[in-house]
């Protein structure tokens, strides 16, 4: 397989980028507008390989979608009750969020269709929205009888409300509940504790749906009213923080660096990894924040900073679920051990990323530890080696986009390069990965160049 590689950075980062919209965002901007009565426009739609697989499967359900002028895409919706059989499989792809929402969708629809993904996707957990799903009365037949794709299913058109306590925070499950609730008669109610990210919450809200959530201790009750008419509305949609999480990294470790992100979301169920920096030492300043369509969008500025090891409690792990790989490089080059706990779901992502992490690090020199939902890390920041992690070593990403940004982000920093076996699967997230990161000046090695 084709290796790229990033080398000690030989030059500080410097300058301002935008990264590409916010993906969790973009899937339900575009489920929305095809459950919605009209024509819905988004400016900022994340165009990767996952929001291409929402696309074509909300294509192949019945909704228009097509990219106009300026880089705006035009959704014209079928309505709430208005999904059509798919003729071929849904292709999620890689994209869990795709396949679970649309399941969601599709649950309160009288249709039928076939879900199907690539290997990655076919080992995720389907049976946490597949519970609640045929409690209000969808119907599904997994093809291996283990609640994973590729399964078959069949919706209703007449949904029951559900009354649900969620067993895992997860926003792709309540997501997908409360989009089968749409078109249930009378109210549905979910709670959950934590709470995840509320995007869907909002932008149901924007949509026109009778929603409210209502804070309770240590989570929220959602009540959402079905038998719901969505109408279109205009979206643009703020750089996603999950991406913005790389650059971001990189500024903080590479010396004399000193960066600014721009149009950046900031969710407060999003937010674990800048809480987590900030307590290591970072040096970032919020700046210019204001509101659009729903959601707190600010820019930021980054400074280059000596970080320390803390203890990151498994209460923060819901808010910052994708950034695990992630601060786990900051915690290798900072001072001192870093304790992350509450890390479970991590077994279920695009890989098994609590292993893909601790197995990464330990090839290339630092010393950690595998709890039972935990990591424990020894730093490498200090006077003998100036911080740097050893490198060296070739990590195998397990085709997870996260992982892979997530080691070169380290190689920047290490004293020897660190390669990985394999970077297409990068696009399913963050195309514009190395030309933002080309921009700030950090290039990277890679076989087709
Ligand atoms: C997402 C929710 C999270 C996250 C995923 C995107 C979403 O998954 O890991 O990348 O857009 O709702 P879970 O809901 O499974 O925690």
């Known amino acids: 397989m084709p290796k790229t590689t990033a080398s000690p950075a030989d030059n500080s980062l410097q300058g301002t980028i935008c990264v590409s919209g916010d993906k969790s965002i973009s899937h339900r901007a575009l489920i929305l507008g095809t459950l919605a009565i009209g024509e819905t426009r988004i400016d900022g739609l994340l165009e990767s390989a996952d929001i291409q697989a929402t696309i074509a499967a909300c294509q192949a359900l019945g909704a228009d979608i097509e990219k106009g002028a300026n880089n705006q895409w035009l959704v014209r919706g079928r309505g709430a009750n208005g999904l059509t059989s798919p003729a071929q499989p849904l292709n999620f792809g890689n994209a869990g969020t795709a396949a679970r929402l649309l399941?969601?969708?599709i649950a309160g629809n009288p249709i039928k269709a076939q879900c199907i993904g690539d290997s990655s996707l076919c080992a995720r957990p389907m049976g946490r929205v597949i519970k609640p799903l045929t409690q209000m009365g969808a119907h599904f037949i997994c093809d291996s009888h283990n609640d994973k794709l590729p399964l078959t299913m069949r919706g209703t058109d007449q949904p029951l409300p559900i009354h649900y306590t969620m067993a895992v925070p997860s926003a792709q499950v309540k997501s997908a509940i409360l989009l089968a609730a749409l078109?249930?008669?009378?109210?549905?109610?979910?709670?959950?504790?934590p709470a995840t990210r509320n995007h869907t919450e909002k932008l149901l809200s924007l949509f026109g749906a009778e929603l409210s959530c209502k804070p309770i201790e240590g989570g929220q009750i959602i009540t959402l009213t079905g038998e719901a008419e969505l109408q279109a509305t205009h979206l643009a949609i703020a750089g996603d923080p999950s991406s913005a999480a790389f650059p971001l990294v990189a500024a903080l470790l590479v010396s004399g660096s000193h960066i600014t992100l721009k149009n950046i979301l900031v969710n407060p169920y999003r937010g674990g990894l800048w809480q987590c920096l900030e307590e290591m030492g970072a040096d970032i300043k919020k700046i210019n924040s204001r509101t659009a369509h729903?959601?707190?969008?600010?820019?930021y500025e980054i400074k280059a900073s000596v970080l320390e090891g803390i203890e990151v409690p498994a209460e923060r792990a819901p808010s910052m679920i994708d950034e695990y790989p992630i601060l786990a490089m900051a915690a290798a080059c900072a001072k001192g051990r870093t304790i992350l706990r509450g890390l479970a779901e991590l077994r279920v992502k695009e890989s098994?990323?609590?292993?893909?992490?601790?197995?990464?690090?330990?090839?290339?020199?630092?010393?950690?530890?595998?709890?039972?939902?935990?990591?424990?890390i020894e730093g490498r920041g200090g006077k003998d080696n100036d911080g740097k992690i050893a490198g060296g070593a070739t990590v195998?990403?397990?085709?997870?986009?996260?992982?892979?940004?997530?080691?070169?982000?380290?190689?920047l920093a290490a004293q020897n390069p660190i390669r990985i076996d394999d970077?297409?699967?990068?696009?399913t997230s963050f195309p514009d990965f190395?030309?933002?990161?080309?921009?700030?000046g950090a290039h990277f090695e890679r076989p087709s160049e």
């Open 103 to 105: 399941m969601g969708a």
């Open 183 to 193: 078109n249930a008669p009378g109210t549905s109610e979910l709670i959950e504790r």
């Open 294 to 299: 729903g959601e707190e969008v600010a820019d």
């Open 352 to 376: 098994d990323r609590l292993q893909a992490i601790a197995e990464g690090l330990h090839n290339n020199g630092v010393a950690v530890e595998v709890l039972p939902d935990g990591l424990i």
């Open 396 to 411: 195998k990403t397990y085709f997870d986009h996260r992982i892979a940004m997530s080691f070169l982000i380290a190689g």
């Open 423 to 427: 970077d297409s699967m990068i696009a």
């Open 434 to 440: 190395f030309s933002c990161m080309a921009k700030l």
